[in-house]
């Protein structure tokens, strides 16, 4: 059905007004004002609310295997919750084992996501490069809708390329036309200062912090910055955290060279005290990487997305119950890495960005659904409210409270790490592929509602 969004303020990247938006149960049809209703539509009167483009969240981690346990949030749940806060698509990560067929774990994401309850689209993981790899990539990249490949400077045992691996990664994703993205933190500096820690004792959820300095995370972000530049790829540094790496970031973009850079919403909201908690359960919550860092860090972050060195705000969502946190009580680097964000990214932005003055309501918008739409190569398919775009849309109530809770979220998890926030703007109403699919604080989405976004190359 047709849906009439009525009196509403459009906010787009680069600017607001008041006008109607009229969507043809799919893609958004016409955006002026005035509309008269066509004889069959639902009409949503929006005066006093924003109307803005479906958040992007482009880092989340549904469903996603590790080791013997996976995350808490399914494509279904976490799905659900990024409706209700919001969000109508999500990168995820497919991550090959390392030898693993890239086009065979492309395919088994492919069939967890089935289910999924809003718009999703992946990047995959270089976790081994040969000529194998290569071809595999490339065959994604041209029949799977994959346009960004993903790298990891540490966890040695798992995950991570050696240098060689990952220069040679990104040469080859430079011809490919796409995008190479890092987690940049120096892995010798890590595994040093951990061993170091459990020597000494120091068990409790605190070495975590301990042994992921933001050094470490500087200089792997120099490092990345620098083979990107010789490979001529464009590089995304994922889940930056601190004032050393976005140095690093700001005086490559200063270069010319084609940088970009993200943060969580968790990172621009908590700080690393959280990790020294005397209770080693709830400390354990904490636990992701980078960690939470100081405030002077955080402040920094927020200039940085201010000034737009920063361009995209995502959440890695991650989500393990207390239970799977509890593996690693009382050795810090077995605790499963990862936080929660899906749900309450774009309400964290609104509250701690745009109320307290450090962001106007475009650089919210671009920030947490615009600039992800662009860089990863879904604009104007996604990211703007104009004629012809995909009908995700947010209605976004500016003075809506809303108050976190384990006991009320729609995430899988039985704690947040966002516990007793109240947060000043909320969605009212979204609208995932023309749909309403939250409204008067209920979802109501049916499995699989959700669609696969084919990104190519740019
Ligand atoms: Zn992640």
């Known amino acids: 059905m047709k849906i009439l969004i009525r009196n509403g303020t459009v906010v787009n990247d680069d600017g607001s007004r008041n ?42 981690h549904l469903e996603m295997p590790v080791g013997a346990i996976h995350t808490a949030d399914g494509f279904d749940s976490g799905g659900e919750a990024a409706l209700s806060g919001g969000t109508t698509t999500i990168i995820d990560f497919v991550n090959p084992l390392r030898g693993q067929s890239y086009v065979e774990a492309y395919e088994q994401w492919m069939g967890r996501a089935q289910k999924a309850t809003c718009n999703y689209s992946f990047h995959v993981t270089v976790t081994w490069f040969d000529d194998q790899a290569a071809e595999e990539m490339r065959y994604l990249s ?31 994703v430079a011809r490919l036309g796409c995008l190479a993205t890092v987690h940049a933190e120096n892995d010798v500096i890590i595994t040093h200062l951990q061993n170091d820690l459990l020597k000494k004792g120091i068990t409790h959820p605190k070495g975590h912090v301990l042994s992921r300095p933001p050094i470490a995370e500087a200089e ?27 140095d690093a970031v700001k005086a490559a973009q200063i270069r010319g060279q084609e940088v970009y850079a993200e943060s969580l919403c968790g990172h621009l909201l908590l700080d690393r005290s959280v990790y020294f908690n005397h209770s080693r359960e709830i400390a354990a919550r904490y636990v992701m990487s980078p960690p939470y ?28 119950t207390q239970e799977q946190r509890n593996l690693g009580l009382y050795d810090f680097t077995r605790i499963p890495n990862g936080s929660p964000g899906i749900e309450d990214r774009l309400r964290i932005i609104w509250d701690q960005g745009v109320r307290t003055g450090r962001l106007s309501r475009e650089r919210f918008v671009a920030a947490t659904s615009t ?68 409204e008067n604080g209920r979802v109501n989405v049916a499995a699989g509602a959700g669609t696969f976004v084919a990104r190519s190359p740019r």
């Open 19 to 60: 006008t109607d938006v009229l969507t043809d149960g799919k893609l958004i049809e016409a955006v002026e004002p005035g509309i008269l209703p066509p004889e069959t539509c639902k009409i949503v009167e929006a005066d006093g609310l924003l109307v803005i483009p479906g958040g992007i969240d482009p880092h989340t």
């Open 142 to 172: 041209e029949r799977g809708g994959v346009n960004s490949f993903k790298h990891f400077t540490t966890y040695r045992d798992t995950i991570m390329l050696n240098q060689e691996g990952m220069l040679q990664s990104f040469f080859h």
């Open 220 to 246: 792997a972000t120099n490092r990345v910055i620098a083979l990107a530049e010789v490979a001529g790829v464009p590089v995304y540094i994922v889940h930056l955290s601190c004032a050393g790496a976005l």
């Open 293 to 320: 860092r100081s405030r002077e860090h955080r402040d920094a972050l927020w200039d940085g997305i201010a000034t737009e060195s920063i361009q995209v705000i995502g959440s890695d969502n991650c989500t393990f």
């Open 371 to 438: 600039n992800a739409a662009k860089i990863f190569n879904m604009y104007p398919r996604k990211g703007v409210i104009k004629p012809g775009s995909d009908a995700d849309i947010v209605l976004w109530d500016p003075d809506k409270s809303h108050s976190v809770s384990a006991g009320s979220h729609r995430q899988a998890i039985d704690y947040s790490v966002f516990e007793g926030y109240e947060f000043i703007g909320s969605p009212s109403l979204t609208i995932l592929n023309g749909q309403v699919v939250f």
